[in-house]
């Protein structure tokens, strides 16, 4: 007797694992979204500065940012015109919780008329994150 073949799902290509960097003051979000990215199998540098982070897209050839807009030593928005001059091939994904001079909503609207590819608002979740990330790295 014949019988047809059991259907199987296909499983989804695995993405090519991205070099990130992410950069936020607060190091325990630094810390969070590494742990995150990085069990998706990420290659994640961390920043706690804007400097810090321009620096290690000058030196490393980096996928994906993910950075905060308030933040000393050269704010997110700084390094977001200097990314986008130094290396046209990193997206960028802002964050924000808001900071002493410029809400939240404000500040990701300006993020993203200067170059940021893609904003979110803090406090975000894992999930939202990650959607955010994939929006940004698909093709």
């Known amino acids: 007797m014949f019988s ?3 259907k199987t799902t296909p499983k989804p290509a695995a993405a090519k694992p991205l070099a990130i960097v992410v950069a936020d003051d607060v190091e325990e979000i ?5 742990l995150w990215l990085g ?3 990420h290659s994640i ?3 706690s500065t804007g400097r ?3 620096e290690l897209v000058r030196e490393h050839a980096i996928d994906l940012v993910i950075t905060d807009l308030a933040m000393p030593g050269g704010d997110g928005l700084d390094a977001i015109l200097s990314i986008n001059r130094i290396s046209l091939a990193t997206r960028i994904l802002a964050v924000s919780g808001g900071g002493p001079c410029l809400p939240a909503a404000a500040g990701l609207r300006v993020a993203k008329g ?3 590819d893609e904003i979110l608002l803090k406090p975000f979740d894992q999930r939202k994150l ?3 990330v994939d929006r940004l790295t698909r093709g």
Not at 30 to 34: D, G, P, S, T
């Open 4 to 6: 047809l073949p059991k």
């Open 30 to 34: 630094q810390e969070l979204v590494a």
């Open 39 to 41: 069990d998706l199998g």
């Open 45 to 47: 540098r961390r920043a």
């Open 52 to 54: 810090e982070l321009i």
């Open 114 to 116: 200067i170059g940021a």
């Open 130 to 132: 990650i959607a955010a």
